[in-house]
């Protein structure tokens, strides 16, 4: 039997756990520590660093110092979030030719999920030193609010570091079946996620060893980082107030400051005031300028209960989707390192009128999940009887006038299958186009693009004849497929698939073997 791994690919920390002896355990990093940094960086010197590392670089090096790459993996450039992210980050974004977005280093781009293929490969090499072994397949973990794109680029970075997925699964589920196996507990769960860059609400039903989602919902732009933001603005703008100087064109001043501004908000989990102490971070003609500033953990509440605030609807919206009042919640279980701010911690038991689970490590509970959901697809995990998750978004098709019709609504039970029959308008039409879309949106393009799926080479007949049948399935992954059988023949009908976004098969075989041949690690001298 193989090693099973399960790793959580986090916005700002990664996790990776196995089982031993049939018990899930948080596998350390090469450092000996529990979780890694999210983050890789190109040395002048040409050396590739993860982790640690590579974070130690951000401040010194930070043009080529990529973190909160997760944010970035599966979007377009011209999204809004990605316009708006431009600005803040100290490296460089760049339109690929498809649209998407793709990270500047040097004279190249990297696509966003070569970069988190770096991390996972860190992780694969911890995971063999500490079984002594090489490591092949893995379960990762996705925001349970990732769209198509976002998961299948996600599933891309495991491929390029050379891991085939077992499954993706979705961080809140794993969390959910970590502590409903180790708890041995029943009953109707809430999970809470607040991590780096996003949030995700799910509500599950516990039931000897059979873990059934109800229902998911959440903002996959809505996290930790944006926190940090909050108290990067208020410094920013006293400086300016103070000195008149603008710290936003200054990349190291600016990183600086957001490290700063991540500690500050950690520390006031625990500490009531915490001071911001930055000397020498600027200086004008006259003098050298320092930031010292103290901030209380109300001002810091000030500032960002609005973020918080912005969960509840999304709870709200879960429960009503799986049909369920308040009371009915026997356990609140609180995953991601944010939901570490007393503010968040208070939101929540006040929601829902009870206190979360205290049992919890926040930062491990989800790789301890995918590491079991991987010994369960692995035959090694035999408590856990079935796992039935969600999808977080309703799938639908275009119709004429920028229309949208939903073939599969959100919160419908994956895997999931439906076929729709597809026909001609003209005469001898050789040709039918279907572009298919993910959200919520009344009209088509309210909604994430997914592909246009074209029927090709069918029969010449009259209008209406052809009867094509169309199948839109969703797979345990959360990924959408189409396929089509012409209904007369029952033979499979051609498609040609047009992905809105993505790398091709072709690219990510062409970064493996490099990724193998760690060909990029020299790219930093060469850029
Ligand atoms: P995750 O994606 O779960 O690793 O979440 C990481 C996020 O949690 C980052 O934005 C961290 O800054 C944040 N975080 C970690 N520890 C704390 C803490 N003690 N208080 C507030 N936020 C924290």
Redesign the pocket.
């Known amino acids: 039997m193989g090693h099973v791994i399960g790793i959580d690919l986090?916005?700002?920390?990664s996790c990776i756990a196995g089982l031993e002896g049939g018990r899930p355990v948080v596998i350390p990093n090469l450092e000996g520590l529990p979780?890694t940094p999210s983050v890789v960086s190109f040395t002048a010197a040409g050396e590739r660093l993860v982790g640690t590392l590579a974070m130690r670089q951000a401040v010194t090096n930070p043009a080529n110092t990529f973190y909160a790459v997760k944010r970035l993996i599966g979007q377009k450039y011209r999204s809004p979030q990605i316009q708006e992210a431009i600005g803040r980050l100290p490296y460089t974004l760049k339109e690929a030719p498809n649209g998407d977005v793709a990270v500047v280093l040097g004279d190249r781009t990297l696509s966003p999920p070569e970069i988190s293929s770096m991390v996972l490969s860190y992780l694969k090499e911890c995971a063999e030193a500490f079984f002594g072994g090489p490591v092949t397949e893995a379960v990762i973990t996705v925001p349970a609010h990732f769209n198509d794109a976002q998961r299948q680029a996600t599933k891309d970075a495991a491929t390029i570091a050379g891991l085939a997925v077992q499954r993706v699964i979705n961080e809140p589920t794993a969390a959910g079946l970590a502590y409903g196996l180790d708890a041995k507990k029943n009953g109707l769960a809430a999970v809470y996620d607040l991590?780096?860059?996003t949030f995700d609400i799910t509500i599950l039903e516990l039931s000897e060893g059979v873990f059934n989602v109800l229902a998911t919902n959440g903002d996959s732009y809505l996290?930790?980082?944006d926190?940090?933001n909050r108290i990067l603005e208020w410094l920013g703008e006293s400086f300016r107030a103070e000195t008149g100087i603008d710290l936003g064109s200054d990349k190291l001043a600016l990183q600086r400051v957001k490290e700063a501004a991540?500690k500050a908000?950690?520390e006031l989990?625990?500490t009531s005031e915490t001071e911001i102490n930055l000397p020498f971070i600027s200086s004008d003609r006259s003098s050298s300028k320092h930031i010292r500033k103290t901030l209380s953990r109300l001002t810091f509440e000030t500032m960002t209960a609005d973020l918080v605030e912005r969960t509840v609807p999304r709870i709200e919206q879960a429960l009503a989707d799986a049909k369920l009042t308040l009371d009915r919640i026997d356990h609140v279980i609180l995953v991601?390192?944010?939901t570490?701010?007393p503010l968040v911690k208070e939101r929540v038991t006040k929601f829902f009128g009870r206190k979360p689970e205290e049992k919890v490590d926040?930062?491990q509970i989800v790789a301890l999940g995918a590491a079991i959901q991987s010994g369960v697809l692995d035959g090694q995990v035999r408590d856990i009887v079935l796992l039935l998750d969600v999808t977080p978004f309703a799938l639908g098709i275009e119709t004429e006038g920028d229309g949208y019709e939903t073939v599969i609504e959100r919160n419908t039970t994956v895997p999931v299958r439906k076929v729709k029959a597809f026909t001609t308008v003209e005469h001898n039409q050789r040709r039918v186009r279907i572009h298919v879309l993910q959200g919520e949106g009344f009209l088509a393009s309210m909604n994430k693009s997914l592909a246009v799926f074209e029927l090709v080479g069918i029969e010449p007949a009259p209008a209406g004849v052809p009867q094509i049948d169309v199948t839109f399935e969703i797979t345990a992954d959360g990924l959408v497929q189409v396929s089509a059988k012409d209904k007369e023949t029952g033979l499979e009908q051609r498609i040609e698939v047009r992905p809105s976004s993505g790398l091709t098969a072709a690219e990510v075989e062409e970064m493996r073997k490099r990724q193998a041949g760690r060909e990029l690690a020299k790219l930093g001298a060469n850029g």
């Open positions: 986090g916005t700002t920390y979780t991590g780096g860059g996290g930790g980082e926190f940090d991540e908000k950690r989990s625990f991601g390192g944010q570490r701010m926040p930062d």
